[in-house]
Nanobody
Framework: QVQLVESGGGLVQAGGSLRLSCTASGSFLSINVMGWYRQAPGKQRELVATITSTGSTNYANSMKDRFTISRDNARNTVYLQMNSLKPDDTAVYYC???????????????WGQGTLVTVSS
């Protein structure tokens, strides 16, 4: 069983910063892509950013100038540094690994439970 556990959410004032972390645990062989999605109240879940095991990144256009995704492969951890936060960034942020290679050599998608980020004006 592979789990993704997020941390780092909370309440921050507009203009502030937060750093989210997501660590993969359990039995698996490798994870290529890890990423962050978010879901604001009443809205669909949307992509924030993804990163491959070799460091290639992809961002949603609206967030690429303020958010930075990074990864520590040795710790099976992905980070999301969020700067210049706005009230519109308020959402539950979910960690995702679309294809975890399990010890059974099967690719399975995994989502974290989400961490709430609230940006006050």
């Amino acid at each position: 069983q592979v789990q993704l556990v997020e941390s780092g959410g909370g309440l921050v004032q507009a203009g502030g910063s937060l750093r989210l972390s997501c660590t993969a645990s359990g039995s698996f062989l490798s994870i290529n892509v890890m990423g962050w999605y978010r879901q604001a109240p009443g809205k669909q879940r949307e992509l924030v950013a993804t990163i491959t095991s070799t460091g290639s990144t992809n961002y949603a256009n609206s967030m690429k100038d303020r958010f930075t995704i990074s990864r520590d492969n040795a710790r099976n951890t992905v980070y999301l540094q969020m700067n210049s936060l706005k009230p519109d960034d308020t959402a539950v942020y979910y960690c995702n690994a679309p294809g975890v290679l399990t010890t059974a050599r099967v690719l399975v998608p995994v989502w974290g439970q989400g961490t709430l980020v609230t940006v006050s004006s």
